[in-house]
């Protein structure tokens, strides 16, 4: 069964970027830069903070709105085909959500793959895989 990355309850959300650092560090790298998930406030303190990550669409704007054919269909969400990208940027103003993370340093799209990792380092339960059918 296909496992997509949720936000289960983003009311436990504390902003500690525990999740965006993880996510960062599959690269072997610290800091922020490619990370694939992204919190936000949701405008004032009293309102919490916003989980941004690709929620898997079954029919990406992101990969319709590529020219050159480097975001495909992954088993669940996308994957980016770096060799092919142009650096244009289409994907990042057609995901609904915001969730096309841009990698400044390779000038490319960083999507999240829906591995988990960063669920695993959220030490609220905001985060998890949930299993999903068809894919
Ligand atoms: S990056 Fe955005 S548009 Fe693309 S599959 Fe994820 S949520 Fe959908
Ligand atoms: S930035 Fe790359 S992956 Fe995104 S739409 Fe442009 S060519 Fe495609
Ligand atoms: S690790 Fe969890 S609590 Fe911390 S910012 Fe990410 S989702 Fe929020």
Redesign the pocket.
């Known amino acids: 069964m296909a496992r997509r990355l949720s936000?289960v309850d983003?009311e436990?959300?504390?902003?500690?970027?525990?999740?965006?650092l993880?996510c960062a560090r599959r690269f072997g790298e610290g800091g922020l830069a490619r990370s694939a998930?992204a919190?936000r406030s949701a405008g004032g303190v009293e309102r919490g903070?916003v989980?941004v990550v690709c929620r898997a669409c079954s029919d990406p704007p992101c990969l319709a709105a590529c020219p050159v054919g480097a975001v495909e269909k992954a088993r669940v969400g996308v994957k980016v085909l770096a060799d092919r990208c142009i650096g244009c940027r289409a994907c990042v103003a057609a995901c609904p959500i915001g969730a096309v993370a841009w990698d400044e340093e390779r000038g490319k799209p960083v999507i999240c793959v829906h591995c988990g990792l960063?669920a695993t380092?959220?030490?609220?339960g905001?985060?998890a895989l949930e299993e999903v059918g068809g894919g």
């Open positions: 936000v983003v436990r959300c504390v902003d500690c970027l525990l999740c965006a993880a998930i919190v903070f989980v960063c380092f959220c030490p609220h905001v985060l």
